[in-house]
């Protein structure tokens, strides 16, 4: 050990072993600040990604109900529906079918499939004819789409082989009564 025989050697010792933990407090002090600084930032950056995306999926849905609305007012499937109803005529389901699946479906890739469902609740036309028969009667999106325009996602009724969708339904009027013809 080294012997401190001045007072220059001890007072040069002292002020170093102050000035060492001065910095050393100083320093953790600052670290601690800039670590709660930085999760503070990177809280705030997360919340407004988050914010943005949920802006994003409302941008969307709200898109899918606008071409809902846009299709429930196409006069062919309108008028198709009325038809299949009136007459069960498999020429016309056949020719809705492929309307819905060329004409309606192509302008949406996320779109996982359409149907159109008599305002008793039985599936008349579809893009996937697994679909057509199918009773719906009981399904909430079935009965407030009645109503009007509606979404929900589904998660314990399959359709188009997928579970957790998202639908939206909207009412099918005729044009020239104003009867209810059910709901696509």
């Known amino acids: ?65 606008s071409r809902t609305l846009d299709f429930s007012s196409d006069g062919f499937i309108r008028d198709s529906l009325k038809e299949i109803v009136r007459t069960g005529s498999k020429q016309t389901v056949e020719a809705l079918n492929n309307h819905l699946a060329v004409n309606k479906k192509s302008l949406d890739p996320t779109l996982l499939g359409i ?27 079935f009965q407030e789409g009645l109503k009007g325009v509606f979404t929900k996602e589904l998660e314990e009724h399959e359709h188009f082989d997928q579970q957790y969708i998202f ?8 044009k020239e009564t104003g009867e209810l013809l059910g709901v696509l």
């Open 115 to 141: 149907l159109v469902v008599d305002s008793k609740g039985k599936v008349v036309a579809a893009t996937v004819e697994e679909e057509i028969g199918a009773d719906e009667s009981q399904d909430e999106y």
């Open 167 to 174: 639908v939206v339904s909207a009412p099918l009027i005729d």
């Open 1 to 65: 050990m080294i012997k401190l025989k001045s007072i220059k050697s001890k007072l040069l010792i002292a002020f170093l072993t102050v000035d060492l933990l001065s910095v050393g407090v100083f320093g953790y002090l600052n670290i601690r600040s800039t670590r709660s600084d930085l999760e503070e930032e990177i809280v705030d950056k997360l919340l407004l990604l988050a914010e943005a995306k949920e802006g994003q999926i409302f941008a969307y849905l709200d898109g899918v109900e």
